[in-house]
């Protein structure tokens, strides 16, 4: 009972003023009361449990739901990350050559961005090549866009720290930060390395650097705060995708790098089996032909290529081709006079692999107007332009230097690729011109064992006379000789008595009957006093050409007054319808 209600009824029971149905009745109540007290402290414990488990219920179900909350907040930024994964990795699968690095920069700033980057300043991926000691740097920014800078490894003591630690394993992982007055000096470090300016690294007090290896390189991120390991777990995610894309890539490049080196092998056969079929030296210029149907069938859109052959007299010798206007005609090229050509010129002098250069604007006016006063190559000019082409207003030149001269191709526009080439195939055309060379000189050979045959001939029909008469004979040899020897011309002669009264001529027409000894009278015109002169001077060899005015006065004379007898009027009408004459003369002492 309850300790009040128990005191309240000793009272009753030891009450003398109350009678036994009071004390009865009271008790009865108190003890209803006690009942009910009882009843209802049952109840409030019996509810009490139930808030006390309820509460506990709903603690449980609230820690669970907030599990939940942060699990299903988890799943959607793993997805997201997972997302933004995609991308860069759609962009680094897409990877067909080098400049498009600056492409999968540009997308995984943005990406960053976007997953909570917030002080992000730049996105890069540096490519190393140990041979030249540098990197390329691969770079994107909103402030200088995308940009592609060559940067040495000793350039600076962080960067020369930098590619240290990223080169000691495929996991390696790098950072550092610039503070304070470094930043000065990382600036002006910057853009002496070519880096476009960034106006916002005046107002910061500290720039940090994250990088990730890619083995042949590393893929990093600065910011103008550092990061948490969070981010720096998202990074490596990123890095770990990357990898992969571009290890792909570099298996595709070496592929086509393959598939391309198989092409260039072909093309420098193809030459190389041109040149080896050669059997006379005048199949030097078809093989220009096949140089340039070659260098084009690699992909090079090419203005013109050839060979250019070093000559004794400051010149060079240049056999090209063009697209439009096939094989030109040779040219003898002066590379003393103009800056072009001595350029190329003293590149050789050094010793040099190859040279290239871009020539435009008024420099390549003044190229273009030099060269056409040069009659060998304006003809070839005009050539070219008859087929349909203009002069460039651009030009690049890409040489290969071989021992007696070069290679060169011309191209309107730059090709990273164009100077390898011409050095491989300078390589090739070394073997050809001492091929051509070797042609030309069995070809020497053979043909003055030819001339010596035939002098040997003359020689014995000139030790066989036995009289003055018989010269004719001989004039008829030298005559059959020097056409056995593919010489061209109208009449052989020999003149002997030569004075001021006039001369013998001992001749002889290939082909055609005529008199063998003429004797010539005096006249004043220019074939008499070229022989006065040669005479005169003592000279052993001369030349003389003539136009029709001087051809007709010559034979008007040698027809009529000399004694050459009743030569036939078509003979006559033959002469007098050419347009000149030459003669070709070795003067002795009789």
Known sequence: MNPKLQQLLDVIHQSLNL?????????????????????????????????????????????????????????????????????????????????????????????????GFNDLRNTMINIHDDAAESFLNYDFSPSAGATVTN??????????????????????????????????????????????????????????????????????????????????????????????????????????????EAQIELALERVRARTMAMRQSDELAETASVLFQ????????????????WEKNDQVEAWMSADAGGLLHPMMIPYKEESTHQKIYEASLLGNAGYETIWEGAELEKHYAFMQTIPSVKLAIDQL??????????????????????????????????????????????????????????????????????????????????????????????????QSLDFSFETANFITNFTDKGFNLWLSVPGVAHPSFVYVPYDDNAFFRFLQQGVLLKKEFDTLTGGKEEKDKFFKHFFTKSDAGNIPDERKKYVFDKPGVGFTTAFRKH
């Open 19 to 115: 009678s036994d149905d009071d004390k009865s009745v009271m008790v009865k109540s108190i003890r209803e009361v006690d009942k009910e007290i009882e009843i209802t402290n049952f109840k409030l414990e019996r509810t009490e449990k139930v808030k006390r488990t309820t509460g506990i219920l709903l603690e449980e179900t609230i820690e669970e739901l907030e599990q939940k909350r942060k699990a299903v907040v988890a799943q959607n930024h793993e997805l997201e990350i997972e997302s933004a994964l995609e991308r860069v990795r759609a962009q680094a699968l897409g990877l067909r050559k080098p400049e498009e690095l600056t492409s999968i920069c540009e997308v995984l700033f943005a990406t960053l961005k976007s997953l």
């Open 151 to 260: 940067i040495f490894y000793n350039s600076h003591p962080a960067t020369e720290n930098l590619v240290k630690q990223i080169r000691t394993s495929h996991e390696a992982f790098a950072e550092f930060a610039i503070k304070g007055s470094e930043l000065n000096d990382w600036r002006a470090y910057r853009k002496g390395m070519g880096e476009e300016d960034d106006p916002r690294l005046n107002d910061i007090t500290v720039l940090s650097y994250y990088f990730y290896s890619i083995g042949t390189g590393s893929i990093g991120i600065s910011t103008y705060s550092p990061v948490t390991e969070a981010k720096l777990t998202v990074l490596k995610r990123f890095r770990n995708v990357f990898d992969f894309a571009y290890c792909r890539y570099l298996d595709v490049a070496k592929a086509e790098a393959q598939a391309r």
């Open 294 to 309: 070659q260098i084009k069938e690699l992909g090079f859109d090419m203005w013109s290529c050839g060979f250019c052959i």
């Open 385 to 482: 332009t008859s087929s349909g082409l203009s002069l460039p207003v651009r030009q690049c030149y890409y040489v290969g230097f071989f021992k007696r001269g070069y290679i060169l191709l011309i191209t309107k526009e730059p090709n990273n690729l164009t100077s390898e080439i011409s050095k491989r195939f300078a390589n090739v055309f070394d073997q050809t011109y001492t091929r051509f060379l070797d042609l030309q000189k069995a070809e020497a050979q053979a043909r003055e064992a030819q001339i010596e045959a035939a002098l040997e001939r003359v020689r014995s029909a000139s030790m066989a006379m036995h009289s003055s008469e018989q010269l004719a004979g001989v004039i008829k040899t030298v005559t059959d000789q020097l």
